[in-house]
């Protein structure tokens, strides 16, 4: 006699293929986790069934975007939906309780004068094409804001310094244009928050960016201090070395001590948080099709938590407020992540960590019956 199947296989698979693919069109790449959750209440518990395997046949159908299919690849790679199947890796309470007091500081940042001044500067920049910002970020990878020297006369009040040095971009009915970063002007004030960005202060521990350099070595991350526009705080971006780095971060090296870690803790959850992509031992998940409001967001707030377990307070609510979407939180960003990854970044400041092991990949499972 013929057992009887208790869990048919693949009744789902199609809803469950539909509802990721939607989520993925509307750039959400959320914890496996978050995924599951979100398939068990829009489609029923028993879709849990077919999770994987719709997974799986994403992370190789070439019709999927490669960022969609390295996103569905890492999260199966890394264990992360096994952990969540298996109904592990529960949501940090304490970490989400401190991302709603950052969201509601920065709620309330909005209606602030100081918002409303910062955002009418920003306002006021032209929209210039995407390859010539491409052009400026080739020419000054430090530069901020940048404008003509006429814009910044007439629209901002401030005059070229004496040995401005100017960069070339490409012009409508011009073969170039000479733009100039805000750090070769002077004159009317800029903004509170521009003048203070990223500015952390309280009890500081050198010994925290010290055991943080050391853990971002053993996984691979460069950090640098150099020297930055007045304007941007740092950056993270991928090694040029691949043979021995596998992310590089720069830090503004004027910022005092405890604004650097504030600083290096924002640059690195963009590598954890994988916005930059995943590594190819699987370290860190593969999410580089979110907006860019949503992985400000994500980051900052992972800042933030980890500067406030340790006593600091910063600038994170300004930041954030920039970013809201009309004063909500963007659909994109991951919570569970967000926890998660601020909980790794701390124990990069406290502990001298081991070097992380390769994540094995996976393999087709049997459905069970």
Do not use: C, K, M, T
């Given at each position: 006699m013929e057992q009887m199947n208790l869990f048919p296989t693949h009744v789902f698979f199609d809803q469950v293929?539909?509802?990721?693919?939607?989520?993925?069109?509307?750039?959400?790449?959320?914890?496996?986790?978050?995924?599951?959750?979100?398939?068990e209440k829009n489609i029923g518990l028993e879709a849990r069934w077919d999770f994987r395997a719709v997974l799986l046949r994403m992370s190789q159908d070439k019709d999927l975007t490669g960022a969609d299919r390295r996103y569905c690849q890492s999260i199966l790679e890394d264990g992360s939906v096994d952990a969540a199947l298996r109904g592990e890796d529960a949501p940090d309470e304490e970490a989400l309780s401190t991302i709603d007091a950052l969201l509601h500081q920065s709620q309330v940042y909005r209606a602030s004068e100081s918002f409303q001044e910062m955002i009418d500067f920003m306002g006021r920049f032209r929209n210039y094409a995407p390859y010539n910002n491409m052009l400026v970020r080739l020419q000054n990878p430090a530069c901020g804001f940048y404008a003509t020297a006429y814009d910044w006369r007439h629209r901002f009040e401030r005059a070229l310094k004496e040995d401005a040095r100017p960069m070339i971009i490409l012009a409508p009915m011009h073969p170039v244009m000479l733009v100039y970063d805000v750090d070769q002007t002077e004159g009317k004030e800029l903004p509170k928050e521009l003048r203070e960005f990223s500015r952390f202060e309280g009890k500081w521990n050198p010994d925290w960016m010290k055991r943080m350099l050391e853990n971002a070595n053993r996984h691979g991350i460069r950090v640098q201090f150099k020297t930055l526009s007045s304007t941007n705080s740092g950056f993270a971006t991928l090694s040029r070395d691949v043979g021995k780095w596998k992310m590089r971060i720069v830090v503004h090296g004027k910022l005092d001590s405890p604004s650097r870690f504030g600083v290096l803790c924002h640059e690195m959850a963009h590598v954890l948080l994988?916005?930059?992509?995943?590594?190819?031992?699987?370290w860190w998940p593969s999410r580089s099709n979110l907006d860019r409001h949503s992985v400000e967001v994500e980051a900052e707030s992972v800042a933030f938590i980890v500067a406030n377990r340790l006593g600091l307070q910063g600038t994170s609510a300004a930041y954030v407020s920039r970013h809201l979407v009309e004063g909500r939180v963007p659909e994109g960003v991951s919570l569970d992540l967000i926890g998660k990854v601020a909980g790794k970044i701390e124990r990069m400041a406290m502990f001298t960590l081991p070097k992380p092991k390769p994540k094995k990949k996976p393999t087709a499972k049997k459905q069970t019956r």
């Open positions: 293929w539909r509802f990721i693919l939607n989520a993925l069109a509307r750039h959400q790449q959320p914890s496996a986790r978050e995924l599951l959750e979100a398939v994988g916005h930059l992509g995943s590594d190819f031992d699987h």
